[in-house]
Protein backbone atom coordinates (compact mmCIF):
# COMPACT_ATOMS: atom_id res chain seq x y z
CA UNK A 1 0.00 0.00 0.00
CA UNK A 2 0.93 2.74 -1.25
CA UNK A 3 2.02 5.85 1.52
CA UNK A 4 -0.36 8.95 1.64
CA UNK A 5 2.69 11.43 2.06
CA UNK A 6 4.40 10.22 -1.26
CA UNK A 7 1.09 9.66 -3.31
CA UNK A 8 0.18 13.25 -2.53
CA UNK A 9 3.64 14.35 -3.49
CA UNK A 10 3.60 12.78 -6.09
CA UNK A 11 0.17 14.36 -7.17
CA UNK A 12 1.43 17.85 -6.37
CA UNK A 13 4.66 17.12 -8.62
CA UNK A 14 2.88 16.46 -11.50
CA UNK A 15 0.37 18.96 -11.32
CA UNK A 16 3.51 21.23 -11.10
CA UNK A 17 4.83 19.47 -14.12
CA UNK A 18 1.86 20.17 -16.08
CA UNK A 19 1.61 23.62 -15.26
CA UNK A 20 4.88 24.20 -15.49
CA UNK A 21 4.67 23.25 -19.39
CA UNK A 22 2.34 26.00 -20.21
CA UNK A 23 4.15 28.46 -19.28
CA UNK A 24 6.32 30.34 -22.43
CA UNK A 25 9.62 29.28 -22.80
CA UNK A 26 9.26 25.94 -21.31
CA UNK A 27 9.75 22.52 -23.86
CA UNK A 28 6.78 21.14 -22.41
CA UNK A 29 7.74 17.55 -24.41
CA UNK A 30 10.99 18.03 -22.62
CA UNK A 31 9.35 18.76 -19.20
CA UNK A 32 7.07 15.82 -19.32
CA UNK A 33 9.75 13.24 -20.54
CA UNK A 34 11.94 14.14 -17.95
CA UNK A 35 9.47 13.76 -15.65
CA UNK A 36 8.52 10.76 -16.84
CA UNK A 37 12.29 9.48 -17.15
CA UNK A 38 12.74 10.54 -13.39
CA UNK A 39 9.75 8.79 -12.41
CA UNK A 40 10.88 5.45 -14.01
CA UNK A 41 14.04 5.56 -11.98
CA UNK A 42 12.19 6.60 -8.73
CA UNK A 43 9.17 3.60 -9.01
CA UNK A 44 12.46 1.07 -9.87
CA UNK A 45 14.64 2.06 -6.75
CA UNK A 46 12.22 0.24 -3.92
CA UNK A 47 15.33 0.14 -1.35
CA UNK A 48 15.53 3.53 -0.98
CA UNK A 49 13.22 5.61 1.30
CA UNK A 50 10.23 7.53 0.11
CA UNK A 51 12.12 11.45 0.74
CA UNK A 52 15.20 10.34 -1.07
CA UNK A 53 13.20 8.65 -4.00
CA UNK A 54 11.42 12.67 -3.82
CA UNK A 55 14.76 14.23 -4.02
CA UNK A 56 16.24 11.88 -6.81
CA UNK A 57 13.20 12.75 -8.80
CA UNK A 58 13.73 16.86 -8.90
CA UNK A 59 17.58 15.89 -9.88
CA UNK A 60 16.19 13.74 -12.17
CA UNK A 61 13.73 16.20 -14.00
CA UNK A 62 16.46 18.90 -14.33
CA UNK A 63 18.98 16.84 -15.26
CA UNK A 64 17.46 15.18 -17.84
CA UNK A 65 15.27 18.63 -18.95
CA UNK A 66 18.54 20.15 -19.35
CA UNK A 67 20.49 17.48 -20.96
CA UNK A 68 17.57 17.00 -23.66
CA UNK A 69 19.47 19.19 -26.25
CA UNK A 70 22.45 16.92 -26.22
CA UNK A 71 20.80 13.96 -26.27
CA UNK A 72 19.19 14.98 -29.65
CA UNK A 73 23.15 15.77 -30.73
CA UNK A 74 24.07 12.49 -30.24
CA UNK A 75 21.28 10.12 -31.04
CA UNK A 76 19.00 10.30 -34.46
CA UNK A 77 15.32 11.05 -32.78
CA UNK A 78 13.61 14.64 -33.22
CA UNK A 79 11.66 14.40 -30.09
CA UNK A 80 12.72 15.97 -26.88
CA UNK A 81 10.62 14.23 -24.42
CA UNK A 82 12.16 10.93 -25.76
CA UNK A 83 15.62 12.85 -25.40
CA UNK A 84 14.66 14.07 -21.90
CA UNK A 85 13.12 10.89 -21.00
CA UNK A 86 15.97 9.11 -21.74
CA UNK A 87 18.32 11.33 -20.12
CA UNK A 88 16.20 11.78 -17.23
CA UNK A 89 16.07 7.83 -16.24
CA UNK A 90 20.00 7.59 -16.93
CA UNK A 91 20.76 10.24 -15.02
CA UNK A 92 20.68 9.06 -11.48
CA UNK A 93 21.15 5.58 -12.10
CA UNK A 94 24.48 6.38 -13.64
CA UNK A 95 26.05 9.16 -11.27
CA UNK A 96 25.04 6.89 -8.28
CA UNK A 97 27.13 4.03 -10.10
CA UNK A 98 29.98 6.08 -10.35
CA UNK A 99 29.96 7.35 -7.14
CA UNK A 100 30.13 3.99 -5.58
CA UNK A 101 32.97 3.38 -7.68
CA UNK A 102 34.58 6.04 -6.45
CA UNK A 103 34.41 5.09 -3.25
CA UNK A 104 36.14 2.11 -4.28
CA UNK A 105 38.57 2.87 -6.41
CA UNK A 106 42.50 2.62 -5.10
CA UNK A 107 45.34 4.57 -6.95
CA UNK A 108 47.84 2.61 -5.41
CA UNK A 109 46.77 0.23 -7.81
CA UNK A 110 46.62 2.45 -10.89
CA UNK A 111 50.31 3.67 -10.03
CA UNK A 112 51.73 -0.01 -10.14
CA UNK A 113 50.12 -0.78 -13.48
CA UNK A 114 47.56 -3.04 -12.05
CA UNK A 115 43.18 -2.58 -12.61
CA UNK A 116 42.66 0.38 -10.12
CA UNK A 117 39.25 -1.47 -8.88
CA UNK A 118 40.75 -5.47 -8.72
Known amino acids: MTEP ?3 TGTAMLATGVGLASLLPGIDGDA ?3 AFAGGTL ?3 SAKNLPVWKRLIYLGISVVAGYYAAPDVLRWVPIQSTGVAAFAAAACAITVT ?3 IERGRTFDLSRLRRG ?3 NA
Request: charged share 0%; proline share 13%.
Open 5 to 7: TSL
Open 31 to 33: LVG
Open 41 to 43: FVV
Open 96 to 98: LGL
Open 114 to 116: GPP
